[in-house]
Nanobody, 116 residues
Framework: QVQLVESGGGLVQAGGSLRLSCAAS????????MAWYRQAPGKQRELVAR???????VYGDSVKGRFTISRDNTKNTVYLQMNSLKPEDTAVYYC??????????WGQGTQVTVSA
């Protein structure tokens, strides 16, 4: 019933940029927040950025000042502009959407690889 479709991942050199997008579709009780998480091999999933319905944003410490999250509420789409990428940003990036009763929905993930 609920689908999150991610796009924009790929391979980039250190210092480069990528823009991820994720569109949520299906009935999920009203989306309140959308977010990006990432997980590298052998590491726990970590929050990259989160944006609430009204536009308030939270960033993980490791990406502050380099990444920007935004959303289009009409399209239930979230974006992640990633600048000044570092090799340590290499991970699978997962789109997340949370509805009004705090159910979480997840995308399949998209690989981001940053070469030195």
């Amino acid at each position: 019933q609920v689908q999150l479709v991610e796009s924009g991942g790929g391979l980039v050199q250190a210092g480069g940029s990528l823009r991820l997008s994720c569109a949520a579709s299906g009935s999920m009780g009203g989306i309140i927040t959308m977010a990006w998480y990432r997980q590298a091999p052998g590491k726990q999933r970590e929050l990259v950025a989160r944006i609430a319905l009204a536009g308030t944003m939270v960033y993980g410490d490791s990406v502050k000042g380099r990444f920007t999250i935004s959303r289009d509420n009409t399209k239930n789409t979230v974006y992640l502009q990633m600048n000044s990428l570092k090799p340590e940003d290499t991970a699978v990036y997962y789109c997340n959407a949370r509805n009004s009763v705090n159910w979480d929905f997840w995308g399949q993930g998209t690989q981001v690889t940053v070469s030195a």
